[in-house]
C-alpha cells in the first residue's frame, strides 16, 4: 500500500503549533499539535479525552460551527485534527483553537457528556490536566499566522 500523505511529513522537524495536514477539495484538515512529535511527553488519554469534549463542543457551539466537521485526538496523543470547510480562513481556523483552548484552561464547570448514556468512557476524563495540557499551544498561538500553517515554512527552518 501506498504511504498516506501524513506520514511523508518529517516528523522531527516540527513542535508545537498548528499545520495544515492536508486539502481535500473544499475540506481542510488542521494538525493542532501540542507537544512535540517523539518529545518523550505525551498528553495522558484522560485529558485528551477530556480536552476532546470541551473543544468538540466549544467548535461546534462557536461562531465557526457551520464549518466544523470534525474535532477528534490523534492516536499519538500529541494533539488534535480539526477538520473544517474552506469557507473558514487559516486565520479562522487559528483564533477558533486560540479560542477553544482558552476556553478549556479557564473550565470549571462538569464536562459536557460525561456520563454512562453519552459517552463511550465517561469515567476516563481528567480536566486538571486538561486545563494544563492546553498552556503550550496557547502560548505558541500567541504569536500564530496564516504563513505558519505550512508545514513547509518549519521545514526550511530547522
Ligand atoms: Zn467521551
Known sequence: MEKIASFQVDHTKFGVGMYISRVDGDIVTYDVRMVKPNGGVYVSNPSLHTIEHLFATFARNSRFKDSIIYVGPM???????????????????IALVREAYSFIADYNDAIPGCTAVE??????HDLDSAKKDVLPLLKVLENYNEEMLDYAYHMSRN
Open 119 to 124: 459517552c463511550g468512557n465517561y469515567l476516563e
Open 75 to 93: 492516536g499519538c496523543r500529541t494533539g488534535f485534527y480539526l477538520i473544517t470547510r474552506d469557507d473558514m480562513s487559516g486565520a479562522d481556523a
